[in-house]
């Protein structure tokens, strides 16, 4: 069940069928460990992003379930966009403090946790200035300080660097392993990309389209911390032949679930 040992979350055969009839998943099942840093792979239309709103408790399945070992406290799941969703009139400091503001976290701890994780995710230096002022990949930054002011035990991403240039997205790639290692929280991490599903996670699991089903479950056997000498390392350049060819075989029906 990848990097951590005890069970976090469960999907139990999860089904969506929404009311237009577009049957978005079938059958999904899967176990995520407590600490675990999972990747969701796969093309678009495979129901990548229907998981997590699954998780987060945003939809519920048609079919199936969602099982919790302890179900998160308020504020025990951060999510993370493609888009960083901050708002334009506030003051960095004030977008990441939200989530501790609508919980009634008191002013004092809260503007000493916001300014703990600006400093983390490099951004101490832009506490006051407004998003229009930032770039994109600051941005993000700010938006991943906001889904961990609350301290969460789980972080969904759904395509959080997608937008972004090469060498910001390795860049954040590396600050956001560095925030995993430290705080330990789970990750469950969407992406198109086989190169950074293979950098960030300890597994993968590559999605079949039409409708969204599990194709593949690769544990990525490559050792943490990591850095840019991964990149050329023969381990990597094997897990990424290996998630590369199950993603080709589920766009084309090759295969079988494994």
Not at 28 to 56: P, Q
Request: net charge neutral.
């Amino acid at each position: 069940m990848g990097q951590g040992s005890a069970p976090f979350l469960r999907l139990d055969g999860v089904s969506k069928r929404y009311p237009n009839g577009t049957l978005a998943l079938s059958d999904v099942s899967l176990s995520v460990a407590e600490g675990e840093f999972l990747a969701i792979v796969g093309a678009s239309g495979c129901g990548k992003s229907t998981i997590l709103r699954h998780v987060a408790g945003l939809v519920a399945p048609s079919e199936g379930t969602v099982a919790w070992a302890q179900a998160p406290a308020k504020g025990g799941i951060g999510m993370v966009f493609q888009e960083p969703t901050l708002m334009p009139w506030a003051r960095i400091r004030d977008n990441v403090r939200l989530p501790l503001d609508l919980a009634g976290v008191p002013r004092a701890e809260g503007d000493a946790r916001v300014a703990a994780l600006l400093a983390q995710v490099g951004l101490a230096d832009f506490a006051e200035v407004f998003p229009r002022e930032l770039s994109g990949g600051m941005k993000m930054r700010a938006s991943i300080a906001r889904a961990l002011v609350t301290r969460p035990r789980l972080l969904l991403m759904d395509e959080p660097f997608a937008a972004l240039d090469e060498i910001t997205r390795q860049k954040l790639n590396d600050d956001l392993l560095a925030l995993w290692a430290e705080q330990r929280f789970t990750v469950m991490f969407v992406t198109h990309s086989v190169y950074e599903s293979v950098y960030l996670a300890g597994r993968a699991i590559v999605m079949a389209p039409r409708p969204g089903r599990i194709h593949a479950d690769i544990t990525l056997d490559l050792p943490y911390p990591r850095d840019e000498a991964m990149r050329t390392d023969a381990r990597y350049a094997a897990c990424c032949r290996q998630v590369s060819a199950a993603l080709g075989d589920a766009m084309t029906g090759k295969g079988a679930a494994a």
